[in-house]
Structures are given as structure tokens and as C-alpha cells.
């Protein structure tokens, strides 16, 4: 059976009319779950997604690292609320390389009301984590029958959802180009149909040109 490390932060898809409950009580309304996988738990912290600061972000990072660096952990789920998921989940794509399926789970609606989302979301995560093609891509969310490349991804004001991708899903995973530019030009031509033939996303990086030569650069110039 695969073992999942789920790390838990809070957020609406563990709150309920009393609070915040432990992702333990999570799991138990959802049994499904124990016929997918076995789980370890971390709680990292118990917050709603508003209150998530880089304390809590450098915390849910060493506890990534460590659960993708663990031989006996197939893979990683990130419970979190909505209102900064996506700046949490690209503080991660940026800062742990990471060798595991890693997905962020998140819900809109408290768990222990009409119509609540989050027990669903939790076993497409989990449906997720365990599939051979996330292990190449990066940290991903999952909601709502989506799934979402954390380099992307953006919240927004969409019912139901909440999250939208800037790129389109086979874009996900993809190397990227920086071009450096000035202006228009050859150079900027050919990385524009290369990026288009090719799939790659493309950043420009534009340069500013001096137009002139100040006394420090020119006493440095030959240094």
C-alpha cells in the first residue's frame, strides 16, 4: 500500500463551526481515503490561510524537503486554506527541489457544511499524488476537479473553483526561455515562434540601455 505524508496547515477545508479541527478527524469522515493509501501526519500549524506568514512557509518547507527525501514516503499532500495558497505553493516550486508528487489541497466551503467540497477534493489529491505522470511536474493544487501548476496558478473570484492557471495544463512541467532583450528586433522574433513551436514558456527580460557612461563606470571600466 502507498504512504502518503500529509502535511497539515488549517484552512477552510479542516474548519467547522467549532473551529479548526486535525486532519486525524478529517480522515475519518472521509474512509475512502484508507483504501487509496496509508498516511503519516505532520501538522505544521493550525491557521486559516489569511494568517500563513513566512514563519509558517520556511516550517511547511523543511517539512516538504524532509517527507520528499523520506524512502518510505511515495508522495505529499498539503492541506491549506484558500486566501494564500497560491503564494505558499510557489514559495515551495521556488525554494525545495523537490522528488516526490507533491499536491496542495484546499476547499471552499468549512467541512462540516451543505455541500461541502473539501472531503471530494482530498481524494482527487490523493488520486492525484498517486498517479506515475506527477512525479515530473511540480508542486500542483488540486480543487474542484482541477489541477493546477503552482508556477500559475491564481486565485480568483470563480464559483466554484476559486483558481485559475495563467498556462493551459500541458504546459505544466515545461522548461522555460529568458530572453534579454532591448526592443524589437531579430532576437525577440525568434524566441516568440520559438516559444510558439515549441510549447515553452517564454519570459522577456528587458534591458535598459545606457546612454551614457558615468565617471564610476568609467574608472571601472578597465579595472
Not at 482530498?122 to 511536474?137: G, H, N, W
Amino acid at each position: 500500500m502507498p504512504r502518503i505524508k500529509i502535511i497539515s496547515t488549517g484552512g477552510t477545508i479542516v474548519n467547522t463551526r467549532n473551529g479548526l479541527i486535525g486532519v486525524e478527524e478529517l480522515l475519518r469522515d472521509i474512509p475512502e481515503a484508507y483504501e487509496w493509501a496509508d498516511f503519516d501526519i505532520a501538522e505544521v500549524t493550525r491557521l486559516r490561510g489569511g494568517s500563513i506568514r513566512l514563519d509558517q512557509w520556511m516550517a511547511i518547507a523543511r517539512s516538504v524537503n524532509e517527507a520528499a527525501n523520506d524512502p518510505a514516503i511515495d508522495g505529499v499532500i498539503l492541506t491549506h486554506g484558500t486566501f494564500t495558497l497560491e503564494e505558499t505553493v510557489y514559495f515551495l516550486h521556488l525554494c525545495v527541489p523537490l522528488s516526490k508528487p507533491t499536491v496542495c489541497v484546499a476547499s471552499q466551503r468549512t467541512h462540516d457544511s451543505i455541500g461541502n467540497d473539501g472531503d471530494r477534493n482530498f481524494l482527487d489529491a490523493i488520486r492525484v499524488v498517486l498517479s506515475p505522470d506527477a512525479a515530473e511536474k511540480v508542486v500542483l493544487v488540486v480543487l474542484h476537479e482541477e489541477i493546477h501548476s503552482a508556477r500559475d496558478v491564481v486565485k480568483s473570484n470563480r464559483r466554484p473553483g476559486g483558481f485559475v492557471s495563467l498556462l493551459p495544463p500541458e504546459t505544466i512541467g515545461g522548461e522555460a526561455m529568458l530572453c534579454a532583450i532591448r526592443g524589437t528586433g531579430r532576437t525577440l522574433d525568434f524566441a516568440l515562434r520559438e516559444a510558439s513551436e515549441t510549447g515553452r514558456r517564454l519570459y522577456l527580460l528587458f534591458v535598459r540601455e545606457q546612454r551614457y557612461m558615468t565617471e564610476q563606470d568609467t574608472s571601472g571600466k578597465w579595472q
